[in-house]
């Protein structure tokens, strides 16, 4: 996805657009929507897809049920009646492209939890709505092509709607051609014919974008354990099976060279928290319990005796490695437990990440030594890292909401035209700091 825009979702009252780049950093202060905003990311990431029920409460995140979802009007309005999620992004896999995507849903409240009503998507010319939000299991479909639009109407329950996917929705079109009787002759009827069958397959190219579904990682990672039984290594948001894949990808039968040893030791001596990870077993076999031990100066520590920030980091270096060319990461304040000059690596880490292989990453944080080291790495040119890779978002609260401006970063890191705001705290403090 390049841009989703919001609207009608807790503080984001007004409709908000922001970019999404292969770097994205969410700045601003507590309560301004940020980590509400990643969990949107994931949603409209399953809404492409075709999850016509994506689950606004899965971990790590929680934003609750429709009242608590949809912006607060005050009075007597309450709360929003619908609120809208929406994507755009470049598609290509079809012949003939690439082609600009949107799609866009809105939700409005049954039994007190966000229900999809209305599902869109388009393609320059070409388009597809679902409408199902009359509530008397009438389901509504137009397409939208250059020959013209076409609809069907279907009677259909909220579990049959709910596992229905994009290219489903096209089924009843078919029909419709097939008892039509067109006669190939027939211009009209040939482009009718190709006009729904370029959506169908459009339709369905979408849902495979399912595969890079976005990744979220929970604000604080599970707790080190001094031992460890043998687990299977799932990926879970808070890291718990980060311990169990160390296991297996360092274990010394492993080989002489090992990319994610390496980089995992590189990125532990460039932040200063450790010079290597290792795994004692503590027992000849696999199934025997082992110990994650790491090595600061001198001999190993068990993880649990070394700073807490090297297990709160552990899940996120671990897990950005080992994902695909293409994965999306949602990041919470990733610098969670650590030191300015860790901090200051891990940012330098996450553009490595995005651009050495890239992955796209989306970090919420407080830390401005992360967002600065990116803006050095853009003046040095490190890691290939350029301005159009990173997006710098900044949530300001004001009297309508939340606003999010979208930051430019030029070639030497300087941040252009922030709002007036920005920053505005930290500049007051030096003064009082400097007497001024």
Not at 164 to 184: T, V
Not at 299 to 307: E, R, S, T, Y
Request: charged content about 25%.
């Amino acid at each position: 996805m390049e841009r989703i825009i919001i609207e009608g979702v807790r503080c984001f009252q007004r409709r908000q657009s922001a970019s999404l780049k292969p770097v994205t950093i969410l700045i601003g202060e507590n309560s301004t929507g940020k980590t509400t905003f990643l969990a949107l990311v994931r949603i409209a990431w399953d809404l492409r897809a075709g999850n016509f029920a994506p689950d606004f409460n899965e971990e790590p995140f929680e934003l609750g049920a429709y009242d608590q979802i949809a912006s607060y009007r005050g009075g007597k309005e309450g709360c929003a009646r619908t609120f809208t999620i929406e994507s755009e992004a470049p598609f290509s896999d079809y012949a003939g492209g690439p082609y600009a995507v949107t799609v866009c849903a809105e939700f409005g409240s049954r039994g007190s939890q966000p229900n999809l009503e209305t599902w869109r998507m388009q393609v320059g010319q070409y388009g597809l709505k679902a409408d199902y939000g009359s509530g008397t299991n009438e389901l509504a479909l137009i397409i939208f092509t250059p020959s013209g639009s076409f609809s069907e109407k279907l009677e259909i329950g909220d579990d049959l709607f709910r596992s229905m996917r994009p290219s489903s929705l096209l089924l009843p079109f078919h029909a419709s051609l097939q008892r039509e009787r067109l006669p190939k002759a027939e211009k009209a009827g040939q482009r009718k014919v190709a006009d729904v069958s370029f959506l169908s397959e459009l339709a369905y190219d979408l849902q495979r974008l399912g595969a890079s579904r976005p990744y979220a990682f929970a604000p604080i990672r599970t707790r080190p354990k001094r031992t460890y039984d043998p687990i299977k290594d799932v990926p879970e948001p808070g890291g718990s099976h980060v311990p169990m894949v160390l296991a297996k990808t360092l274990s010394p039968n492993r080989g002489a060279r090992n990319e994610l040893r390496e980089t995992l030791d590189k990125f532990g001596k460039d932040s200063g928290l450790f010079h290597n990870v290792e795994v004692r077993r503590l027992g000849r076999t696999e199934s025997d319990p082992f110990q994650i031990r790491i090595k600061v100066a001198g001999p190993a520590f068990n993880l649990i005796d070394v700073g807490y920030g090297v297990s709160q980091v552990l899940p996120i270096i671990v897990d950005c490695l080992r994902a695909p060319k293409g994965a999306t990461f949602l990041l919470q304040q990733p610098e969670v437990h650590l030191h300015p000059r860790a901090q200051a690596e891990l940012g330098s880490f996450l553009a490595f990440i995005a651009k050495e292989q890239k992955k796209r990453v989306i970090i919420e944080t407080h830390s401005d030594y992360i967002v600065d080291r990116i803006r050095m790495d853009i003046r040095e040119g490190k890691h290939h890292l350029n301005p159009d890779d990173v997006a710098l978002l900044y949530f300001e609260r004001d009297d309508g909401g939340v606003t999010i401006h979208e930051l430019r970063i030029d070639e030497q890191g300087n941040i252009l035209n922030p709002p007036r705001g920005y920053r505005q705290f930290f500049l007051d403090e030096e003064r009082k700091l400097l007497g001024c």
